[in-house]
């Protein structure tokens, strides 16, 4: 306040209370309004219909919001038989929790490329036709870009926290569990939004 005294200042929590049921974004908002501040709508990205590669992010900063490796190792050689385009990323956390040895293995096997800024990641996802990945803030970021998105849920509520965008489908079981619900099959019959 000393530093920019003409400034209006504004306390957000950025976790919701325990009982609340809405979006985490109407949570933010909720709490800039009890604060006299209203903010208008943020313009939304148009669903973006393009030709180029699918972007397949196997990360997140949760590792309990990460669907098993193998899965995304079977869903991208699946891909492979099937003529499909991909680019895999990995990101800072990959390099962090992944043991070398894999994220070589990712590198050779599956062309992985490693991102390590968000403007990096803005400009690949800017040549992308559509985005699979976790619960993670790449999904958020290429579903707020307007990318068609397929985000994979587990352990966290996608009416709470999942991504907002004009193209997104989430795949989420009907009350939060392990990434294991998911099956290679069921991510393979709902790629059918990204095309």
């Given at each position: 306040?000393?530093?920019?005294?003409?400034?209006?200042?504004?306390?957000?929590?950025?976790?919701?209370?325990?009982?609340?049921t809405g979006h985490l974004?109407?949570?933010?908002?909720?709490?800039?309004?009890?604060?006299?501040?209203?903010?208008?709508?943020?313009?939304?990205?148009?669903?973006?219909?393009?030709?180029?590669?699918?972007?397949?992010?196997?990360?997140?900063?949760?590792?309990?919001?990460?669907?098993?490796?193998?899965?995304?190792?079977?869903?991208?050689?699946?891909?492979?038989?099937?003529?499909?385009?991909?680019?895999?990323?990995?990101?800072?956390?990959?390099?962090?929790?992944?043991?070398?040895?894999?994220?070589?293995?990712?590198?050779?096997?599956?062309?992985?490329?490693?991102?390590?800024?968000?403007?990096?990641?803005?400009?690949?996802?800017?040549?992308?036709?559509?985005?699979?990945?976790?619960?993670?803030?790449?999904?958020?970021?290429?579903?707020?870009?307007?990318?068609?998105?397929?985000?994979?849920?587990?352990?966290?509520?996608?009416?709470?926290?999942?991504?907002?965008?004009?193209?997104?489908?989430?795949?989420?079981?009907?009350?939060?569990?392990?990434?294991?619900?998911?099956?290679?099959?069921?991510?393979?019959?709902?790629?059918?939004?990204?095309?």
């Open positions: 306040r000393r530093l920019a005294p003409q400034s209006r200042i504004a306390f957000v929590n950025p976790r919701p209370v325990v009982d609340w974004s109407t949570w933010h908002r909720r709490q800039l309004v009890d604060q006299d501040i209203v903010l208008p709508d943020a313009p939304m990205s148009p669903a973006v219909r393009r030709s180029g590669p699918l972007i397949v992010h196997p990360g997140s900063g949760g590792r309990d919001k990460c669907w098993p490796v193998g899965r995304f190792e079977r869903l991208l050689t699946a891909f492979r038989h099937g003529g499909q385009e991909v680019r895999v990323l990995l990101g800072e956390v990959e390099l962090e929790t992944w043991p070398p040895t894999m994220i070589e293995a990712w590198r050779r096997d599956y062309q992985a490329e490693l991102i390590e800024t968000l403007d990096s990641l803005r400009r690949v996802l800017d040549t992308a036709g559509g985005y699979i990945g976790n619960d993670s803030g790449p999904t958020h970021l290429a579903a707020a870009m307007g990318l068609p998105t397929l985000a994979l849920f587990g352990p966290t509520d996608p009416r709470r926290w999942g991504p907002c965008g004009p193209a997104v489908t989430v795949l989420a079981p009907p009350k939060p569990r392990e990434m294991t619900w998911l099956d290679v099959a069921t991510v393979l019959a709902a790629c059918g939004v990204l095309v």
